[in-house]
């Protein structure tokens, strides 16, 4: 037995030495050491990133000289008031969006709140009788319970459906239709080019969740005409516990953008303190409250990993990952213990694998143990995130190998 | 001409004295060196607390050992996961509520946005008629937008009045009503124990915002039966730029808390992924997404400087330091300059000191330049705040002389 994994047989050693010499040729394989790892296999960026090495240096400098010695003045002087629409800016290139057009802050919760409340508003005028939310019924749960309180505010039924039943129930009264272009399950990527076609050929507003795509593959917002988009930062784009989420609302909609949630940060002068409310123009109408300062700088550090990276070049490196991890598991775990619920066509997959297996709370517990970190998804889903940037091929043959030791 | 101001004369001399004796005897003197400081007057802290000596070493703690190393783990291993009610318990007696009541995440304004629908859908169940949201019309604006926004859907009507105007309003209509606990500009003290119990009268809620007061002198929310209360972390609890605000939700209305923002962290069963939404127990009803934990722990160990310190205490020397204050600009100040709006008698004063002054942009400009730090609020108001746990008497003094300089 090595250290690290179950005596190596003939197909074995054999994927091993694959695994060498893919990530000999990896193109990424310098992005690695940008971040902070260890003797790990770290199969959970899917759910909070690694910390990309340079966020503690200069988050401490935040502290010490933005916050600790200019103080106040930082809001002008450090650029801390504009920092929702510059990093914005600097996420729109990594989900295909111009500039200008998203805003960073609140959770994903409140961004899902404040898109979909808009989007009914939007779809109302002048169309008064669209009065029909519909749902990914398979979404995160928050996503659905959000847009159940969207409905009841607004006074629209919600229809939940799962993505692929979405053009059935489409029609003249549809509002807005609230997708997942990842199901954080299964990993099944959604249509979202010819999804959004169906939604806006019906007259509704199409509102996705990047939540488990923005940074694992290319989305295209721009390209595909989606209109308002919402995701979260602590994934794929490495921006630490809890970072702020962000919300895109396309050009030609910002006029009409009407927030739920209209703070002083999306009032047109913010400073002059005004009793009456007049909103920002452009994308700067997502903001809220004051914006999280820390929260906020140590996820503008993260994106530096991004320089020079290529999300295509990203995608291909995932494809090969999950292709890869699915043949190790095929080949080294015993028949019948675990189901891959992932599908194996590209176009239907994300940046995971899950695989259905008896009892994977308990086998999760003891890969954990064992120092490979994926995570379970209730009932019975093993989930293996695979982020391109700092996953290896050694890793994934090495999950699947400490995998097939736990199951035997 | 003195570094620091200007010559002194008789009286100026017998002021610098007196701030001598009372920083000698200031029972907290010793918390100053808990932060960070250096030769600025810094009375600006009603808007970002200076920085607490200790928060860099706990952050840097928290973003190599907790997020690099441990990483997922964290929301179990670390506590990141009850970070939120955790904190608010922390925040709880400066408040004057008992544990279980307060939890930290989001903005202020959005949880003025959470406080107000659910305050309209307590009222109305079973009072259908009430369909009026009172609204403090010298209140931030934030508040203001919020509320329209909150009566728009909830089909309520907004009526912005003076604090001092409310009883007038309140009737069988009246719903909720939101109030500032001190005025931002002015720094006029609101009559919370007065006002909260003729809402009661009414019928209707109470909604009090304590972004102004919380930490500065002692609030009394279960004492005076406040309903909900929502305030911000970063002025005198000097958590952070934009720090989690908070939302307390009085003990006996939690069970019938029915949150506009009901997120996946407010539900019973957060790790159930269920699609149907059941609401947590308690003040966890408050939550929304997943927090921000970098900022969150950053204001948990910001609170550290609370230790061993009573309100009561801080309250006192909050009022010695604006009384001195404002004794030192009237011996100070050329006639007519300025005109303190800030209400003289105790019971009716924050913990600031505004000064009407023509041209007050420019001079709070001149003053920043020579190391005197307040604010300006439009149109014409200079605006100074003391945070008793590091400004000093002499800090008051220093502030007078430089102003005097300014407008001679």
């Known amino acids: 037995m090595s250290e690290t994994g179950g005596a190596l047989s003939g197909t074995d050693s054999g994927l091993a030495a694959e695994a060498a010499k893919l990530d000999a040729d990896d193109v990424l394989r310098a992005k690695r050491a940008e971040f902070v790892l260890d003797d790990t296999v770290y199969l959970d960026g899917n759910s909070l990133g690694a910390l990309p090495a340079?966020?503690?240096?200069?988050?401490?400098?935040v502290m010490t000289h933005e916050w600790g010695t200019l103080r106040i003045r930082s809001w002008d002087e450090s650029g801390w008031w504009t920092?929702?629409?510059?990093?914005?800016?600097?996420?729109?290139?990594?989900?295909?969006?111009?500039?200008?057009?998203?805003?960073?802050?609140?959770?994903?919760?409140?961004?899902?709140?404040?898109?979909?409340?808009?989007?009914?508003r939007m779809a109302r005028d002048p169309d008064e009788g669209r009065d029909e939310i519909v749902v990914d019924a398979t979404t995160f749960p928050t996503d659905g319970y959000i847009a159940?309180?969207?409905?009841?505010?607004?006074?629209?039924?919600?229809?939940?459906?799962?993505?692929?039943?979405?053009?059935?129930v489409l029609g003249d009264r549809t509002a807005?239709?609230?997708?997942?272009?990842?199901?954080?399950?299964?990993?099944?990527?959604?249509?979202?080019?010819?999804?959004?076609?169906?939604i806006h050929a019906a007259g509704a507003l199409a509102v996705w969740d990047l939540c488990h795509t923005a940074g694992a593959l290319p989305v295209g917002l721009d390209a595909h005409g989606v209109d308002l988009a919402v995701g979260c930062t602590y994934k794929y784009l490495n921006g630490g516990p809890g970072?702020?989420?962000?919300?895109?609302?396309?050009?030609?909609?910002?006029?009409?953008?009407?927030?739920?949630?209209?703070?002083?940060?999306s009032h047109a002068q913010p400073f002059g303190m005004r009793p009456e409310f007049e909103a920002a123009d452009g994308?700067?109408?997502?903001?809220?409250?004051?914006?999280?300062?820390?929260?906020?700088?140590?996820?503008?550090?993260?994106?530096?990993?991004?320089?020079?990276?290529?999300v295509d070049t990203v995608r291909a490196k995932s494809l090969a990952l999950t292709d890869f991890f699915l043949r190790c598991v095929e080949a080294y775990v015993p028949?019948?213990?675990?189901?891959?619920?992932?599908?194996?066509?590209?176009?239907?997959?994300?940046?995971?694998?899950?695989?259905?297996?008896?009892?994977?709370?308990?086998?999760?517990?003891?890969?954990?143990?064992?120092?490979?970190?994926?995570?379970?998804?209730?009932?019975?889903?093993?989930?293996?995130?695979?982020?391109?940037?700092?996953?290896?091929?050694?890793?994934?043959?090495?999950?699947?190998?400490?995998?097939?030791?736990?199951?035997?």
């Open 243 to 265: 970072s702020p989420a962000y919300l895109y609302v396309r050009e030609e909609l910002q006029s009409r953008f009407d927030s739920p949630l209209p703070g002083w940060n």
């Open 54 to 61: 340079n966020v503690p240096g200069r988050l401490a400098e």
């Open 83 to 120: 920092a929702p629409e510059r990093i914005g800016d600097r996420i729109a290139p990594l989900v295909g969006a111009a500039p200008g057009q998203i805003v960073v802050g609140d959770s994903t919760s409140v961004n899902v709140f404040k898109a979909l409340v808009a989007a009914v």
């Open 148 to 168: 159940e309180s969207a409905a009841r505010l607004t006074g629209c039924r919600l229809i939940p459906v799962t993505p692929g039943d979405v053009p059935g």
């Open 283 to 310: 994308a700067l109408r997502g903001r809220v409250g004051t914006p999280d300062i820390l929260s906020m700088l140590a996820l503008e550090a993260a994106l530096d990993v991004w320089e020079g990276v290529s």
């Open 335 to 408: 028949e019948g213990r675990v189901e891959p619920v992932t599908p194996r066509a590209h176009a239907e997959r994300g940046s995971q694998v899950a695989l259905r297996c008896e009892g994977a709370g308990d086998v999760m517990k003891r890969l954990i143990e064992q120092g490979v970190v994926g995570d379970y998804r209730a009932p019975d889903v093993l989930r293996f995130g695979f982020t391109p940037l700092y996953v290896s091929f050694a890793d994934a043959e090495r999950a699947a190998r400490v995998l097939a030791r736990t199951l035997a």
């Open 176 to 198: 807005a239709v609230l997708l997942n272009h990842a199901d954080y399950r299964t990993g099944r990527l959604h249509d979202l080019p010819g999804l959004t076609a169906r």
